[in-house]
């Protein structure tokens, strides 16, 4: 037996995993540049590790000599965890496991070392010192005139990051879609501020990078310095690694060029923040010599849920064409599911969270961090541990939620300029600051209405309201919370007041009022105003802490996005309405003809559904906010691809010669396309016989039958050939 042989059997008797012939090559390849191109679940980053273990145990080498690169911190622990568990005789800390950012970091430091440059970072933790996001809003306020808002500030910061880590130089920069007035002269004002002081820089963390790179172009020294150091570098999520990381790693391997790349261009989910998977089109180029294996057997998932996977990313255009497989057996059909409301859908999972044994064994994933809220109220309510990973505290601090409490201060003293300050310009009655200094400077031991109303000069309009205010907070006093938010929010005006800022400001009103939905959820069983400011302190500690839940039998709460290269038994995918997942951006460009957004969208749809190894069930709702709104188009997809058979009896005599291989029947006469159909029409449904078509779209048509209305997939219809032209005179 070789040594590979032995390693392999060794591993197998160990740990039960027995390699496929695709992954021992890939663990064999121990010279020169190889590309593992696999679909999810097929062992990457099992072979990575496998291969890390080879290195070590059968070709001698030294552990500090292996640079594993992961995409994230979370990816880099994970890693090391699983490697401490195929190999737990060799030390975690022995193997370089780390993010590319923190690589770059020590390249960073060492070229301005020699430089004598002192610099500051401005992102990650940092108390009082200069920090990315004050400096980008001070830069917006002063050329648009305006606070920027949370929305726009993510879109300018991911706008930054597009094109440092795309290496964009600056007469391409006005080729990039952004919707921020003035958007190149911030960026061009951020890093001249930035560059300010050639002795003390101030350093984004994509800054790292470029600079980095530039210093392993600019010296010999320190790039040989690093070359030096490792023998074999490996990427995992290399399919979301950026050009200018790219450009890094390529420096980095130059003299060995033992690089070791695995990927799925299906789970590409970052091309938004510049990631580059086409660089891996032109791996070849970049490294003639290089091998290039295919991995198509998922060993995580079932049957059930990788054959439904393996059609549904083939929507997709934009893709190297895979066919995604499993030997593991049907478990549980993916379940769908739609509520009424989405309430519902988070009591739903409570209660079915409840009954399972091993809470690490489910997730619960979403697309925006907004949607962990409304969950871990319901969670702590019933005593269920969550973990999240990146957890996001934004919410509590949102100023919409301020308003609210500071309404609810109003109610215990109606005397305190320094709360009326606050709110005063969201209480309807449009006070001048001038007012509101004279206000000031009255008598504070009466009620700021009562002084107001001495200010000369109120129009009708404003007095009227500030009746209203008055006794609004009067009728609010001693009430229960959720009574209190409904008064402020319909008598007080708040709502409209939210929907004419946003008008005004450019904000989503949407996200305002799925706040004030959530805190009322959160209000819903309070007592009293105290015990409901209580429970928003209880719950924005309990998300910060539950980051430290990771070992423990807790759920995991995540994003689609940090979900990548993770498992669970269970996973429940949820909110997946239009809106959300396609986004309302997506779904407008996609009808542009611009598709590739859209294709994100599926890819981060796929890598949800890919984390489930046995159950899978995708939640939805039709209401939220007391809105109606639309179950995704990737659901109803699904939904077509699982939807087995109609099996309708066959209309002809059983001898008759089977047309095809369908259990439907052929009917010359049925409807093949969808312009064939309209609003309105009459047709014979071959089941349930005559209706009128009362609405289409979604995929989905909806049909008055004599009986009763049912929504039927379009898609089914037309492919099984189910609806055929009819006279009106049948459903009169
Ligand atoms: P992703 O694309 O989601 O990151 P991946 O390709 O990295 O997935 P892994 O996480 O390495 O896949 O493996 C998925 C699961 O399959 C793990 O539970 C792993 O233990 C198991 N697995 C991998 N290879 C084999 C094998 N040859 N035999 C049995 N199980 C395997
Ligand atoms: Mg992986």
Known sequence: ???????????????????????????????????????????????TIMRIGYLIEEEGVEPSRIKAV????????????????????????????????????????????KRNVSYQLIEGNQDGGPNKKLLVRKIYKSLNGENITEEQLEELTTYISFIKNKLLPREEWRNIDCDIPFVETIFEEYEKIKNANPSNLLLDYDDMLTIANDAFINDGMILQKYQNRYDYVLTDESQDTSLVQHAIIEKLVGPHRNLYVVADDDQSIYSWRGAEPKYLLDFKKVYPDAVILKMEQNYRSSKDI?????????????????????ENPVQKPIVIKQFEDYRIQAKYLVQE????????????????????????????????????????????????????LNFMRMTYTDKRVDIFEQIYTKCGFYLSREQLFWLAKKQPSESIFDRLFQYKGLKDYQV??????????QEMKGEKPLKAIKLIRHQLGYDKTLKEMSKKLGFKTDYLFSVLQTLEEIADTLETMEQFADRLKHLENLLKASKFNKNKDAITLSTFHSSKGLEFKKVFMIDLIEGVIPSHDEITKYKDGERGLMEEAVRLFYVGM????????????KKHNGKDVAQSR????????????????????KNTRERGKSTVPYNPNAIKTADAIKEGMVVKHRVFGHGTIVSLGEGKIEIQFQKEKKALLLETCLEMGLLEPADEVWVK
């Not at 994230?72 to 090391?80: C, G, T, V």
């Not at 890919?610 to 709702?621: D, F, K, N, V």
């Open 1 to 47: 037996m070789n040594k590979g042989e032995i390693f392999f059997n060794r591993k197998k008797e160990q740990l039960g995993v027995k390699l496929n012939d695709v992954q021992k090559k890939s663990v064999l390849h121990t010279k020169g540049p190889l590309l593992l191109l696999a679909s999810p679940g097929s062992g990457k980053t099992t072979t």
């Open 70 to 113: 992961t995409f994230s911190r979370a990816s880099a622990s994970d890693m090391k965890e699983r490697f401490a568990r195929f190999f737990p005789e060799h030390p975690t800390d022995s193997v370089d496991f780390s993010t590319i950012h923190s690589l770059a970091f020590q390249v960073v430091r060492d070229y301005f070392y």
């Open 306 to 326: 990788v054959d439904v996977a393996n059609r549904f990313i083939k929507r997709n255009k934009d893709r190297y064409d895979k066919n995604m497989f499993t």
């Open 353 to 404: 969270i409840d009954r399972v044994e091993r809470k690490k064994d489910v997730a619960v994933l979403y697309r925006n961090n907004s949607s962990s809220i409304m969950l871990i109220n319901e969670l702590d309510r019933n005593q269920i541990p969550f973990y999240i990973k990146d957890s996001d505290n934004r919410f509590f601090s949102h100023w919409v939620v301020k308003d609210i």
């Open 464 to 473: 009227k309201q500030i009746q209203t205010c008055q006794k609004t907070f």
């Open 610 to 621: 890919t984390r489930a190894e046995q159950e899978l069930e995708l939640l939805s709702y």
């Open 634 to 653: 990737f659901v109803a997809n699904v939904k077509n691809i699982i939807l087995p058979p109609v099996k309708v009896q066959p209309a002809e005599p």
